[in-house]
């Protein structure tokens, strides 16, 4: 499934051109970008926890989000405060990889790539 997840992320980072919009302006699937964001901030720290040896696998999708969508402004401190909140939230509930914690995970993986999909088949080109 992650791999799935990642194949999904790669294509909606290549579609992430939308049309120009104003510098801080929000665009219309941000509120999406932010939870993705917010799943990927807590993927970063289950998986971690959980024994999956990737580093830092998830921070750097995060910042290869940032860089596909190149927010400015407070859309780019909306997406980095998400990131922060998964990762923080998960980080004050788990000291270590629990049945709940890999639940956790594959339900993120799951609606990550549900919003990867949806975001990919409404706003690709």
């Given at each position: 499934?992650?791999?799935?997840?990642?194949?999904?992320?790669?294509?909606?980072?290549?579609?992430?051109?939308?049309?120009?919009?104003?510098?801080?302006?929000?665009?219309?699937?941000?509120?999406?970008?932010?939870?993705?964001?917010?799943?990927?901030?807590?993927?970063?720290y289950l998986r971690g926890i959980c024994?999956?040896?990737?580093?830092?696998?998830?921070?750097?999708?995060?910042?290869?989000?940032?860089?596909?969508?190149?927010?400015?402004?407070?859309?780019?401190?909306?997406?980095?405060?998400?990131?922060?909140?998964?990762?923080?939230?998960?980080?004050?509930?788990?000291?270590?990889?629990?049945?709940?914690?890999?639940?956790?995970?594959?339900?993120?993986?799951?609606?990550?790539?549900?919003?990867?999909?949806?975001?990919?088949?409404?706003?690709?080109?």
């Amino acid at each position: 499934m992650s791999m799935r997840f990642l194949a999904i992320f790669a294509l909606i980072l290549a579609c992430a051109s939308v049309p120009t919009r104003a510098q801080d302006g929000a665009a219309p699937f941000d509120g999406d970008l932010q939870r993705l964001a917010e799943i990927l901030g807590g993927l970063h720290y289950l998986r971690g926890i959980c024994g999956s040896n990737e580093g830092n696998k998830w921070r750097s999708e995060m910042q290869a989000l940032i860089d596909a969508e190149t927010p400015a402004g407070e859309r780019r401190t909306r997406m980095i405060a998400g990131f922060n909140r998964g990762y923080n939230g998960f980080q004050q509930t788990y000291r270590s990889c629990t049945p709940a914690a890999t639940v956790a995970i594959r339900r993120y993986i799951e609606e990550g790539a549900k919003i990867s999909r949806d975001l990919t088949a409404r706003y690709a080109n």
